[in-house]
């Protein structure tokens, strides 16, 4: 569970960063900031329990997914074919290093 909420988080953090332009806008950037650091304790308090191989991917891999669905639902970004079966690619990755 801290996995995807640390996934989660560090999604929002960079849709943030978006908004942030640059980081030159005070507001996101210091959600962003806020974001990736709690992202990061979330997942360090995860890999006291597994191995950081597998956390980190995982974080990663979710964190892909999250990004991808962030960005066509708020951001207004398109979605390929190529995007698809990279975002599938990267879940099926993370299936196979939970197993």
């Known amino acids: 569970m801290l996995l995807i909420v640390a996934a989660f988080t560090y999604s929002v953090g960079g849709y943030y960063m978006k908004l942030s332009e640059g980081l030159t806008k ?5 959600l962003v900031l806020g ?3 709690l992202g990061a304790l979330l997942q360090a ?16 891999g979710l964190e892909a997914i999250a990004s991808l669905l962030l960005g066509l639902f708020f951001l207004g970004e398109g979605v390929t074919l190529t995007k698809l079966l990279g975002v599938l690619l ?10």
């Open 26 to 30: 005070g507001g996101p950037t210091t």
């Open 35 to 37: 974001l990736f650091c």
């Open 45 to 60: 308090i995860a890999m006291r329990h597994a191995e950081m191989t597998i956390t980190y991917i995982a974080v990663l």
């Open 90 to 99: 990267v879940g099926i990755g993370v299936i196979v290093l939970r197993s």
